[in-house]
């Protein structure tokens, strides 16, 4: 297993385009959590998935943020209607509940532009 | 409410120099993990400890080791030798157990230069 991928990792959209990111876990993790880190800050969490369930939403997910885990595999993250305070790093993480809890391991990341 | 504060915000030091990161948080739980990341230049979160609050044994991993203690709420991390390649952003972060998520908040970062 090569770890948590993401795509694309690097997108740049004007403002008002909808853009959606995809995640892939690590196989056999059954959490999954999005974050979004802007430049020197520290990642914030978004929200998380236990299998394909969505368990929590921050309160930084406005409506304009969807998340979806059909097959409670990979994870998409879909922003409508862009703005440019939306441009950041957006990483997505995974881990296994069951042996070491809340041991996440994180993607690349998916760095967007809104111009 | 949780918080974790890393305040130092950059740290330059030299080849060969100990150096060490501080990590101060706060919770209102009394159970709760603790982490370490590495945030090298190409971008990826690398994992590097996790503790539990009921652990304050110090730890050693090679030429890192960590002291947590919980009388202050600190979380400090210890560089010994450091590299060239020891250059990176490295947060300290915080997952509370009654937070079955186990979502972490993550302090704001401290880049850590080695000059060689």
């Known amino acids: 297993d090569t770890g948590v991928s993401q795509d694309p990792r690097h997108k740049i959209t004007k403002r008002g385009q909808n853009v959606t990111f995809r995640c892939d876990p690590i196989s056999e993790h059954n959490r999954l959590y999005w974050y979004r880190q802007t430049l020197g800050q520290g990642p914030e969490f978004l929200t998380y998935?236990?299998?394909?369930?969505?368990?929590?939403k921050s309160r930084l997910l406005s409506d304009r943020f969807s998340a979806e885990r059909p097959k409670g595999s990979f994870s998409t993250l879909e922003i409508q209607r862009t703005e440019q305070g939306d441009s950041a790093m957006y990483l997505c993480a995974s881990s296994l509940d069951r042996d070491r809890p809340y041991e996440q391991y994180f993607g690349p990341g998916t760095r967007l532009t809104v111009t | 409410a949780q918080k974790v504060t890393q305040a130092q915000t950059e740290i330059s030091v030299v080849e060969k120099e100990d150096v060490t990161l501080d990590c101060v948080y706060e919770t209102r739980d009394t159970t709760y993990y603790l982490f370490w990341y590495k945030q090298p230049p190409s971008g990826e979160l690398v994992f590097l400890i996790r503790r539990n609050s009921f652990d304050e044994q110090n730890e050693i991993s090679g030429r890192y080791s960590w002291n947590f203690q919980k009388s202050t709420s600190s979380f400090n991390f210890t560089i010994t030798a450091s590299q060239v390649v020891d250059s990176a952003v490295y947060f300290c972060?915080?997952?509370?157990?009654?937070?079955?998520?186990?979502?972490?908040?993550f302090g704001q970062g401290t880049e850590l230069s080695v000059k060689p």
């Open positions: 998935f236990q299998n394909e369930a969505q368990l929590e």
């Open positions: 972060a915080l997952s509370e157990i009654y937070n079955q998520g186990g979502k972490l908040i």
